[in-house]
């Protein structure tokens, strides 16, 4: 296969599949949604397939355990990308509203309204679930979209990418508003990146090597996060029952994802009462745990059998693995100094019942999402309500935290005059 001259035509279709999708009215595209549910609902067993001719190729390549849970399509992931569609055609369709309006002196009335941003690439590894997610929210906002899914996942996200196909020519829009980059190649990602005519913002979901590369090659701008350095603070001020139960739920529920915690914070006053018990919990799941001097000491009384002291690059280091890092604090001011500090801005929450302090949390956490009382693990595109999520932005500019249909639009101005000249 010739890359560039594949690449160039797939940007063309898709750029030309754009113009349709930008004037699909909201009754259509949820048709396509519909129809697309459906259809997974009804190839269920063949997607199932598919992904286990992945699964096999990736256990005989020795897949790391976390990237083989990524890659996995079980039948409950089967069951959330359905509902996400269905979520997704709930949603209000943003596009096309206005909003703003107001008369200036002159006479005008100025206002925004909001619009797609037009071909969006997205490159993801081992999750064959995202691309009917990002279809659904491309669809749904008017966009067009390239996908490259990782290698590992070719056979399930071909099967998915042609169900998806058929529900966008079921609903009578262009099938090139949705396609999957048919070869493995690398160079296709090179491509892609490097594409400013035909797409017009990259959405990379990938490890950290992946994201970084973009960043030094890329000249599509990106909505990006780089990794998910997450934290939980159990204040001293804490319900202990909701600690113990926040705190193992953001490390042990999933290991690989970005939003699982990685370093759990603790104020010393509680530490005593609250380390021991998580110890047990954490025991059960075989969790590592590396911890500095105050926690290690009360650990080390335990003799929690899975035990190391913390380094510095510890504080630093996304595991996505039964590892955990435990930090000791005075306060809830040194809590807020270390995540502004090691956080990736990605997600972090305390655990208090204290309301000014919790208040003060949310303000000073340079976060995408920040929370009070709840696990990590809630920081999603689906269980924000969004239906599902592009990706998770911890950028500040246009988008930030999980990215849903608003995050895949963008605002003009318009201005509705009565002949009105400038004088």
Known sequence: MNIPSYMTEVGQRARAASRAM???????????????????????????????????AARANGLASALLDRLTLSDKAIATMIEGLQQIVALPDPIGEISNMKFRPTGIQVGQMRVPLGVIGIIYEARPNVTVDAAGLCIKSGNATILRGGSEAIHCNQALAKLVQEGLTGAGLPADAVQVIATTDRAAV??????????????????????ARLIEESTVPMIKHLDGICHVYIDDQADV??????AFNAKCHRYGTCNTMETLLVARAIAPQVLPELSTLYLSQQVELR??????????????????????????????????????????????THINTYSSHHTDSIVTENYSR????????????????????FADGFE????AEIGISNDKLHARGPV???????LKYVVLGHGEIRE
């Open 358 to 377: 919790s208040m003060r949390f949310l303000r000073e956490v340079d976060s995408a999402s920040v929370m009070v009382n709840a696990s990590t693990r």
């Open 291 to 336: 911890a500095d001097e105050d926690a290690y000491k009360i650990l080390q009384a335990g003799a929690y059998p899975h035990l190391s002291s913390a380094t510095e690059e510890d504080w630093k280091t996304e595991y996505l693995a039964p590892i955990l890092s435990i930090k000791t604090v005075a306060d809830m001011d040194e809590a807020i």
């Open 404 to 410: 849903g249909l608003d995050g895949l639009t963008s």
């Open 190 to 211: 090179g491509a892609m990146i490097t594409m400013p005519d035909y797409i017009d913002v990259i959405v990379p979901r990938g490890g950290k090597g992946l994201i």
């Open 241 to 246: 029952e909701k600690a113990l139960k926040i």
């Open 384 to 387: 924000f309500g969004l239906g």
């Open 22 to 56: 930008a004037r699909a009215d909201t009754a259509t595209k949820n048709k396509a949604l519909s129809l697309i549910a459906a259809a997974i609902t009804r190839d269920a067993d063949q997607l199932r397939a598919a992904n286990q001719k992945d699964l096999d």
